[in-house]
């Protein structure tokens, strides 16, 4: 049986006669970059630590293989052929979410009608902040929210202050639901979402809060939530809630001042 230095050895002995210094020097940069990116971008989700576990069940493969355990390698071949598939089917609202994780920027450009796209929306969470009027508006980005608007009602009409005062302001039929803004007009209201469930999540968090972060954890959306309770601003993304917010951080957000919310230095968690 071969100990692992003269494994090493040998494989060292390799490396040097059939090592390319330009080719394998830029197959290894590309692998490193590749796995690297992987990491970020599952950086914060359930998949991330799953991934780091499977790597090492593949450590653990190959020290198998080279220390020549029969049964074991058998075990960890079959977990691993499996392994990789069940872990998509298991993470892939946190894969899909992760992919698409690209900042928080709503909108793509800085021209005049989407600034002041993004204005009226301040103002409108402001002065329903103001008057304790709960507000659920979803900004949404890469990933369409067809499915969420179905039961919904469809306006594709202009975004304004007023507008969106109107429709969270009781008696409204539509005050109860969710606003779904989609390239600068608002396209649905009314909207049903999918509400975070879980024991992490205190008896506190209000429906809105919920449904806010069932709808981040599953996709790439930005989500703004007005407490009809607190007055507080929050938004919910990446399956995170962070708040309390001022109207001149959510400004900040939107427009792409900030690349991660975490700059701003307020409180995100899952369970506020």
Known sequence: MMTIPQWMSETLATLRESFD?????????IVAVTVYWGLVILQGTRARQLMLGLLLVVFAYVMSQQLELPMVSFLLENFLSWGVLIVIVIFQRDIRRALTKVGL????TDSSEELQAIEEIVRACQALS??????????QRELELDEHMELGTTLDATLSRNLLMSIFMPPSPLHDGAVIVREGRIAAAGCILPLALGD?????????????????????????VVS???STISIAANGRLYRPLTADQVR???TGAVGRLETLGVPASAED
């Open 105 to 108: 920027r709503v909108f793509r």
């Open 252 to 254: 900040d957000v939107l």
């Open 130 to 139: 103001q008057r304790r009027t709960g507000a659920l508006l979803v900004l």
């Open 21 to 29: 210094p330009i080719s394998d020097t830029l197959d290894i940069a």
């Open 228 to 230: 009809e309770e607190t």
């Open 200 to 224: 992490h999540l205190p008896s506190s968090l209000g429906t809105r809060h919920r449904a806010a972060l069932g709808l981040s954890e599953e996709t790439d959306a930005t989500i703004l």
